[in-house]
């Protein structure tokens, strides 16, 4: 069976980003190149302050590279405006962090819709739509609760599940087990790991965890802002 569009979500050629420091300007990426393709789980590795971060905002168009090209389903970055960039992240482009970041006046369901009113679902489905997320992610019993009233491992599902929410063509993980105990962790896993599986979600993951790497379809390793030796497919 022929799948639908391109065969790469991503393709970074030539990345470089530099940030100026004072009067310096200092590298954190420094000519990556990096496909990847529909349905992958891509772990990217590396010690701290190698660009893996840098790495994942550019591809999540949150920021430009200095020089290269991303395109996202075949779509070049370069020259899109401001609002189709946010178009682009809000739709085509879910995101999860190390630390969460929910709202926390809001309930698991309600953090969940926030992608969905953006983009102007209406009201009913948005709520049909996170109550179905939340029981993917094993937390429908705990739809009205705060972030306050979760676990770490509760919130980081319910994070997972917003980054779902329109039905993106690629999740960008940023250590999400690194705020984690090793048990939580593991359970986060099998959840990406079952998603990623089961529905062909695309995910690159940021990450010092060598669980995920080991479960991972790829390993791509980075040092000093540039690809180091990433593993064959």
Do not use: W
């Not at 109550?131 to 009205?144: F, N, P, S």
């Amino acid at each position: 069976m022929q799948t639908k569009g391109p065969a790469l979500t991503v393709e970074a050629t030539n990345i470089h980003k530099s940030y100026l420091l004072g009067a310096t300007a200092v590298g954190a990426l420094r000519g990556v190149d990096l496909t990847v393709r529909r349905g992958e789980f891509v772990a990217l590795m590396g010690p701290s302050g190698c660009g893996k971060t840098t790495l994942l905002n550019v591809i999540g168009a949150i920021d430009l590279p200095s020089r290269g090209a991303v395109k996202i389903e075949g779509v070049d970055l370069q020259g899109l405006s401001d609002d189709c960039l946010a178009d682009l992240r809000r739709d085509r482009i879910g995101m999860v962090f190390q630390f969460y970041n929910l709202l926390p006046t809001l309930t698991a369901r309600e953090n969940v819709e926030v992608p969905m009113q953006f983009k102007g679902v209406r009201a009913a489905a948005r709520r049909s739509r996170a109550l179905e997320l939340l029981e993917r992610v094993g937390l429908k019993d705990r739809a009205h609760h705060k972030p306050s009233e979760l676990s770490g491992g509760e919130q980081q599902r319910v994070s997972i599940a917003r980054a779902l929410a329109n039905e993106p063509a690629l999740v960008l993980l940023d250590e999400p087990t690194g705020d984690l105990d090793s048990t939580t962790s593991t359970e986060v896993i099998a959840l990406l790991r079952d998603l990623n599986q089961r529905e062909q979600v695309t995910m690159v993951i940021a990450t010092h965890d060598r669980s995920i790497a080991e479960q991972s379809s790829r390993v791509v390793r980075l040092r000093d802002g540039k690809v180091e030796a990433p593993a064959a497919s």
